[in-house]
T-cell receptor, first 109, second 115 residues
Framework: GQQLNQSPQSMFIQEGEDVSMNCTSS?????WLWYKQDPGEGPVLLIA?????ELTSNGRLTAQFGITRKDSFLNISASIPSDVGIYFC?????????FGKGTLLTVNP | KAGVTQTPRYLIKTRGQQVTLSCSPI?????VSWYQQTPGQGLQFLFE???????NKGNFPGRFSGRQFSNSRSEMNVSTLELGDSALYLC??????????????FGPGTRLTVL
């Protein structure tokens, strides 16, 4: 099935560093969402974006909905050990989400 | 508000059997979607239900089916299980009325292992 191109696949960073990840697609989406998933659990919604160009923050997280509606990025500032996990982007259209393959984030204390 | 709940959390079945998974959405949410998550394919959309009707469907064989009840609870059924059906099955809900915001909230998933 259709999937988004999410990069990077994995990141190893030091505590306190900033992180950036992004997603691109050949299709236009009405909504862009970012989720975090811990082992054995379901994805937890971090940020939802609804308009092209929209920039939204949630604490140390900032995400943007690309102007073309075909891409989005997520930034995490001043990372902490509990940021460890897999981050997924998802494009939404008509009650269906299309997911990227995820970015595995490891934070070294 | 309680979140999305899924039962059971873990299941072990053998090839050829069938399985039924259950999902209760967030109170007031009427749209329920199902996803399959595997290491190889990632998160793949199965289908979405609203008011007991399937509105959208992914590219899965007919062995995968679902239904929704009048209280918005949903079940997913997989018949004639294959080894490749081993996966984490996730349910998600959203309000579902009017123009979709696609802001879906996920349950913890059911881990299905097919032997």
């Amino acid at each position: 099935g259709q999937q988004l191109n999410q990069s990077p696949q994995s990141m190893f960073i030091q505590e306190g560093e900033d992180v950036s990840m992004n997603c691109t697609s050949s299709s236009i989406f009405n909504t862009w969402l970012w989720y975090k998933q811990d082992p054995g659990e379901g994805p937890v919604l971090l940020i939802a974006l609804y308009k092209a160009g929209e920039l939204t923050s949630n604490g140390r997280l900032t995400a943007q909905f690309g102007i073309t509606r075909k891409d989005s990025f997520l930034n995490i500032s001043a990372s902490i050990p509990s940021d460890v996990g897999i981050y997924f982007c998802a494009g939404g259209s008509n009650y269906k989400l299309t997911f990227g393959k995820g970015t595995l984030l490891t934070v070294n204390p | 508000k309680a979140g999305v709940t899924q039962t059971p959390r873990y299941l072990i079945k053998t090839r050829g059997q069938q399985v039924t998974l259950s999902c209760s959405p967030i109170s007031g949410h009427r749209s329920v979607s199902w996803y399959q998550q595997t290491p190889g394919q990632g998160l793949q959309f199965l289908f979405e239900y609203f008011s007991e009707t399937q509105r959208n469907k992914g590219n899965f064989p007919g062995r995968f089916s679902g239904r929704q009840f009048s209280n918005s609870r949903s079940e997913m059924n997989v018949s004639t299980l294959e080894l490749g059906d081993s996966a984490l099955y996730l349910c998600a809900s959203e309000p579902g009325q009017g123009i979709s915001t696609d802001t879906q909230y996920f349950g913890p998933g059911t881990r299905l292992t097919v032997l």
